[in-house]
């Protein structure tokens, strides 16, 4: 567990020093306590969530860890890692001001730690066997590997995560998929991924429901996503979710994972390595990860960096499934991003780069850490 959070620290560490143009010719303010006590926050709600779930693992898998090693006093050392989590939160701040392309903000620090205490909840809610106690059983749920891919899954799907109930937000949802078209790739994609949604659900609650409540739920969840801002609910999707359903209440248990194994692996491959124009030049390879997820639009690139971690996530949950082993499906899926990744470079128009092997190898990992710890 140990690990994980180290590779938390370094995915937030990284998050908030990027592009990592520093320059010396930054300063600090010269009235610095002043600055460090000024807790008003001049941020948009998308950033204000984004501040808190950035930090939400750091508390969370530092919580676990904690328990994990069976330290003495754990609720002093829960405090010291608070302590610890806000002064790195301000130290990150601190940097930006060497950043030219960031805007350091001390209040930043103060709702990542809020980020950090809900992380803190979240382990003691997935692991206090009073807290569980006094939770219905249909309720409860273990971190498991199939409960991180439901987390991605709902990250996916709920992002940007600003709901807003009112008729002008239905309306323009509506609108939104009146005027959307329809794809191929958009409605396989949408397929698999309500399969895995349905699978996973089941396997955290540890309870098989009736189609007539998967239907429930599935309405519920495009209810919610209507009144997302921005919503990007389309009739790709819409028509993916009845044979979604239907595959997940009629397929045997080793076709499903199979299939869904394979349907992940395929959607990679089709998005990643078509339209197939083979070249004799070699393209570049892009060695920092992220990058081409970190410049244009920030809203289309984290959809998307949520869209390709869910693909990766199937792939290597429903094969590790389907091969009882997930250290060799962290490997198998390893070596096919990397194999993909390495034909990249002779497909024109495509931009080789170590994101996608990146998030492969880190996934392997939690898929077999949460695996040992999983009851």
Do not use: C
């Amino acid at each position: 567990m140990r690990l994980i959070w180290y590779i938390v620290i370094l995915f937030i560490t990284y998050g908030s020093l990027y592009p990592f143009d520093f320059t010396l010719s930054g300063e600090l303010p010269e009235n610095f306590s002043s600055w460090l006590f000024s807790w008003h926050h001049r941020t948009i709600r998308s950033d204000l969530i984004a501040n808190i779930l950035l930090f939400m693992p750091y508390g969370f898998f530092g919580a676990l860890t904690i328990k994990e090693e069976n330290r003495r006093w754990p609720i002093l050392w829960i405090i010291l890692t608070f302590i610890g989590g806000l002064l790195f939160a301000l130290f990150l701040q601190i940097l930006q001001f060497y950043l030219p392309s960031r805007i350091p903000e001390a209040a930043d620090a103060l709702t990542n730690s809020i980020g950090i205490l809900i992380g803190f909840a979240l382990a003691g809610f997935t692991n206090s066997q009073r807290v569980q106690r006094l939770i219905p059983r249909g309720m409860r749920f273990q971190l498991t590997p199939a409960l991180l891919v439901l987390v991605l899954w709902l990250a996916w799907q709920f992002f940007p995560y600003i709901p807003v109930f009112e008729g002008k937000q239905f309306g323009d949802g509506l609108s939104h998929i009146v005027r959307s078209g329809w794809s191929l790739d958009l409605w396989l994609e949408r397929v698999l991924f309500w399969m895995v949604f349905y699978y996973v659900l089941e396997r955290v609650v540890a309870k098989k429901y009736s189609m007539t409540v998967i239907i429930g739920i599935t309405l519920f969840v495009l209810i919610i996503k209507l009144a997302m801002y921005r919503s990007q609910l389309g009739w790709s999707e819409i028509s993916a979710v009845p044979l979604a359903i239907l595959l997940h209440a009629y397929l045997g248990h080793g076709v499903k994972v199979a299939l869904i194994s394979i349907g992940a692996a395929t959607l990679f491959i089709w998005q990643n390595l078509l339209p197939w124009q083979w070249q004799t030049a070699i393209n570049s390879f892009e060695w920092m990860p992220f990058d081409n997820f970190m410049t244009g639009s920030t809203w289309n690139n984290l959809s998307a960096l949520l869209r390709e971690s869910l693909l990766l996530a199937a792939f290597g949950y429903f094969l590790g499934k389907w091969l009882s082993s997930y250290r060799t499906a962290g490997t198998v899926l390893t070596v096919f991003v990397v194999a993909v990744t390495a034909i990249q470079f002779f497909i024109a128009g495509k931009q080789p780069d170590s994101t996608s092997i990146v998030m492969a190898l880190v996934l392997a990992i939690l898929f077999q850490r949460l695996a040992k710890i999983a009851p």
